[in-house]
């Protein structure tokens, strides 16, 4: 499994960007998707997730700004960020899982949010 992120930016805050993360190979186990992010010299954290049967889960801190979806179709998931703070700046990461656990990670797309 390949995954390639793209979509990051400069955004002021209260701003808006659209994530992307295109997936290709072997997709047919993978049952969870999801979005990190880092900033530096701190832990990599989850951001929101979503299964296969399209439960999502988000972190308290972009609960009711992000939503994850997927395109099934388009081999694609999408984390859709709206009122952007400050402290959302950091490198966001996906993350597919398979039913074995094995983790696929994206390389990752810088989002910084400043006036």
């Known amino acids: 499994v390949q995954l390639q992120a793209s979509g990051g930016g400069l955004v002021q805050p209260g701003g808006s960007l659209r994530l992307s993360c295109a997936a290709s190979g072997r997709l047919f186990n993978i049952n969870l998707m999801g979005w990190y992010r880092q900033v530096p010299g701190k832990q990599r954290e989850l951001v929101a997730q979503?299964?296969?049967?399209?439960?999502?889960n988000y972190a308290d801190s972009v609960k009711g700004r992000f939503t994850v979806s997927r395109d099934s179709a388009k081999n694609t998931l999408y984390l859709q960020m709206n009122s952007l703070k400050l402290e959302d700046t950091a490198v966001y990461y996906c993350k597919f899982l398979s039913v074995t656990r094995t983790p696929y990670w994206g390389q990752g797309t810088l989002v910084t949010v400043s006036s």
């Open positions: 979503i299964t296969s049967g399209g439960i999502t």
